[in-house]
């Protein structure tokens, strides 16, 4: 299995991160990659998470892999983390659009939380179609994000790009994306 996170100005959640990481490193080998190999910029550090934080951060699987070095071929699972710079920096990733394609036509298993949602919205087909046109996403809602300050400054809305592509989408609170995470 490998994370896939992403190198934003945004960050990744450390809840969201000590969530997926935890849930999955019990059941698979982990793999965590980033465009470039840049290490992992962490959003909303609290009390309740910064010891994990630093003892991630000291262990030999916390220097992130390349995203552009990762063969889909190798793992057998796909997990993105609640990212907020998700929708600036994966939506448009070609590397990750050929991973996603690749996890796609071999029916593997794939799991976007909260904002990392926007990341699935760079694989398309050869005819210009959505990898996942028929399928049912949730994410944050358009009601949540026109709340937030860089609102304006959004390349995609994801709720709009996943209707317009011929799937479905049920918005959810951003509150709800910080607190719990359905796999």
């Given at each position: 299995c490998f994370l896939k996170l992403l190198d934003s100005l945004s960050?990744?959640?450390?809840?969201s991160f000590l969530h997926c990481f935890t849930l999955t490193s019990s059941a698979f080998n982990l793999q965590v990659a980033t465009p470039g190999g840049k290490?992992?910029?962490?959003?909303?550090v609290n009390e309740s998470n910064m010891r994990?934080?630093?003892?991630?951060?000291?262990?030999?699987?916390?220097?992130?892999?390349?995203?552009?070095?990762i063969d889909g071929a190798r793992?057998?699972?796909?997990?993105i983390p609640n990212c907020p710079g998700a929708m600036t920096d994966l939506a448009n990733s070609g590397y990750l659009a050929k991973i996603l394609q690749h996890f796609s036509t071999e029916n593997?298993?794939?799991?976007?939380?909260?904002?990392?949602?926007a990341a699935l919205c760079c694989a398309t087909n050869e005819d210009k179609s959505w990898v996942f046109?028929?399928?049912?996403?949730?994410?944050?809602?358009?009601?949540?994000?026109v709340r937030q300050p860089n609102f304006a400054s959004l390349s995609i809305i994801v709720?709009?790009?996943?209707?317009?592509?011929?799937?479905?989408?049920?918005?959810m609170s951003l509150l709800l994306s910080r607190t719990s995470h359905f796999v």
């Open positions: 960050g990744v959640s450390a809840q290490s992992i910029d962490f959003v909303d994990w934080i630093q003892d991630f951060r000291m262990k030999s699987y916390a220097n992130p892999a390349k995203l552009e070095s793992y057998h699972a796909l997990l593997k298993p794939i799991c976007a939380v909260g904002h990392g949602v046109q028929g399928y049912s996403l949730t994410g944050p809602s358009v009601y949540e994000l709720e709009d790009f996943v209707k317009d592509s011929g799937a479905t989408f049920s918005g």
